[in-house]
């Protein structure tokens, strides 16, 4: 058992939420994981069980809402900026630093499918990041999208949207659903799991797919620092070569695990690759941090 409790943090003014836990015995300063959640979750799904697991070895750990989910503010709501989330999981650091229990020269991240691309893009852009963890993440959503041959009458759609955002401040709404088609398996957990969440909305602001597909976690990774990347062998939703391809952009330490046989679904808790996935992590993260 751990403590675990409600926080507020800001991020260029606007408020965070967290949910903050320590471990049940805390005999000097820790360690410390921001988890960093994926394709327009919030804060109480999924991570929270590889959260606690990291407690249970005892670390201190934080899940957000990133800013236009959850509980946090910012508008317009659902706004699926990666370069925001980022400064924002870089907030949930600089808050990490101010709690007693937390020692600030130990901080990592954790991120799963879209999250994973937000902590690795974290683990670029702030040295504060000693190791972060990536799973089942895309390095570069324009890249996997650009192989449809749909992908430029959709593009053009994004960008009309983005130019309508710009002149009136009007934001329009895609489904998650119809982004992640392709891939039937998490669309059925996700329509599933957020019947339990109701500040979870299975939608996001079609503007924001621009800033999605401009974002590469690619991009500076070079300067991370202890990067592990697990990706699922089967994945049809995110292919195993943007793990590849960011294991081979990242800094040293690193380390690239693929769990044979398994498909992006089964990474979540409760399901078949929770069990590795949580052994790799807390192995990781005890040589790193």
């Not at 852009?125 to 089942?136: F, P, T």
């Not at 952009?249 to 990474?267: F, I, N, S, Y």
Request: a neutral charge; aromatic letters at 8%; hydrophobic letters at 40%.
């Amino acid at each position: 058992m751990s403590d675990e409790r409600r926080v507020e943090l800001y991020c260029d003014g606007t408020k965070v939420v967290g949910l903050l836990g320590l471990p049940k015995t805390v005999s000097s300063p820790r360690p410390a994981v921001v988890f960093c959640v994926g394709f327009s979750l919030v804060k109480e799904v999924w991570l929270l069980g590889f959260a606690r697991r990291l407690r249970a070895a005892g670390y201190v750990t934080l899940n957000i809402d990133y800013r236009t989910f959850g509980e946090s503010g910012g508008e317009p709501r659902c706004r699926l900026a990666p370069r925001m989330q980022v400064e924002d999981v870089r907030a949930a650091l600089s808050y990490l630093e101010t709690v007693p229990e937390v020692d600030a020269a130990r901080l990592g991240v954790f991120g799963v499918s879209l999250g994973g691309t937000i902590a690795a893009g974290a683990a670029a852009a702030d040295r504060r990041v000693k190791a972060g963890v990536s799973v089942a993440a895309p390095g570069d959503l324009e890249r996997i999208w650009s192989e449809s041959p749909k992908w430029q009458s959709f593009r053009a759609k994004i960008h009309e949207a983005r130019k309508l955002y710009r002149a009136t401040g009007e934001a329009s709404y895609v489904a998650v659903e119809k982004l992640l088609a392709n891939d039937p398996e998490t669309v059925a957990l996700i329509k599933e799991e957020q019947k339990q969440h109701p500040r979870w909305r299975l939608e996001v602001t079609f503007e924001s797919l621009e800033d999605l597909t401009q974002f590469s976690a690619e991009r500076g990774l070079e300067k991370s620092r202890g990067m592990l990347f697990i990706h699922p062998g089967e994945d049809v939703l995110v292919g195993k070569r943007e793990s590849e391809s960011m294991y081979a952009a990242a800094g040293e330490p690193k380390k690239l695990v693929t769990l044979e046989g398994m498909r992006h679904v089964e990474v979540y808790a409760g399901k078949r690759a929770f069990e590795p996935v949580c052994a790799e992590m807390i192995e990781w993260f005890g040589a790193q941090l």
